[in-house]
């Protein structure tokens, strides 16, 4: 069994930061690529940040400069360092982490529960 236990959303004012972290639990063999998503009220889910097993990143360009994303894999937990926060960055923040557990010889998707992040005077 693979959780995915998110933690450090909540209300920040504008210019702010917070920091997201993911820390990944179970019978784990390999953890892969690790992606952060968010949705916003009305909108699609988007692709915010990923970071691969050998620590490459992309960003989506408007959080680009703004947002950085880690990975400890000491501790099995990935981080999104969100600073210069703005009202158009206020969504459910997911993380989704592909995960090789010990009990199989594939990977599978699996994704966190989704903290709220809100900006806002």
């Known amino acids: 069994q693979v959780q995915l236990v998110e933690s450090g959303g909540g209300l920040v004012q504008p210019g702010g930061s917070l920091k997201l972290s993911c820390a990944i639990s179970?019978?784990?063999?390999?953890?892969?690529?690790v992606n952060w998503y968010r949705q916003a009220p009305g909108k699609e889910r988007e692709l915010v940040a990923l970071?691969?097993?050998?620590?490459?990143?992309d960003y989506e360009d408007s959080v680009k400069g703004r947002f950085t994303i880690s990975r400890d894999n000491a501790k099995n937990t990935i981080y999104l360092q969100m600073s210069s926060l703005k009202p158009e960055d206020t969504a459910t923040y997911y993380c989704?982490?592909?995960?090789?557990?010990?009990?199989?010889?594939?990977?599978?998707?699996?994704w966190g529960q989704g903290p709220q992040v809100t900006v806002s005077s």
């Open positions: 179970g019978t784990i063999f390999r953890i892969g690529i």
């Open positions: 970071i691969t097993s050998g620590g490459n990143t």
């Open positions: 989704n982490a592909e995960v090789t557990p010990y009990t199989d010889n594939r990977a599978y998707y699996y």
